[in-house]
């Protein structure tokens, strides 16, 4: 009777996790259209150089040779500097996947929300300056620590580096139990 319980559990796992696989690619071939037919474009550019990719929480990584980049989230496909590696790579992988959640919530609207602002914000020399002068936090801006928040919640992951633990939430620190749940009235999330 268990094991009939245990395999039936089973099943019931396999069969949401291939309805949630469904779900997310349709949601992004159809809400995050633009943005995927880009990335579907950057990644055939990386594939011919031979980049190699791996599968995160549904999305492909892609890891590059760039000068100057760290990484970018176009729908689905996430690409990140192949030179960045232990810890921060870690917490590239939930911030850029956090843009792939946004995706999710924003549609087309993304480009303009999020794409543009997070782009001024990462490459013009004045704002790159700036934070360095006052000590301002890269995630300060709305739409990029929204990107952690949005990554923590879905990939369900901690922050591994000091930068993103201390102000990763709008240049504030995250919050240790951000992803703890408590066992008080159902499974709340203790935020
Ligand atoms: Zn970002």
Redesign the pocket.
């Known amino acids: 009777m268990k094991i009939i319980l245990f395999c039936d559990n089973i099943l019931w796992v396999i069969k949401m996790k291939i309805i949630k696989k469904i779900l997310f690619y349709f949601w992004q071939f159809t809400y995050g259209l633009i943005q995927n037919i880009m990335g579907l474009c950057m990644l055939a550019v990386y594939k011919i150089k031979g980049s190699k990719s791996e599968w995160y929480h549904n999305a492909l990584i892609t890891y590059i040779e760039k000068k100057n980049f760290g990484g970018v989230s176009l729908g689905m496909f996430i690409f990140i500097n192949k030179n960045v590696e232990g810890d921060r790579l870690h917490d590239m992988k939930i ?2 996947y956090g ?1 792939t959640v946004q995706t999710m919530i924003l549609g087309p609207a993304w480009l303009l929300i999020i794409a543009l602002p ?1 782009f001024i914000w990462c490459g013009l020399p004045a704002l790159v300056k700036l934070r360095k002068k006052k000590n301002i936090s890269y995630y300060w801006l709305y ?2 620590g929204w ?1 952690n928040l949005c990554g923590l919640a879905v990939t369900k992951e901690k922050f591994l580096t000091d930068d993103c633990k201390n102000r990763g939430r709008y240049g504030k620190p995250i919050n240790p139990n951000y992803n703890k749940r408590k066992d008080k009235k159902g499974r709340k999330r203790n935020k």
């Open positions: 911030h850029e843009h997070s739409c990029e990107a």
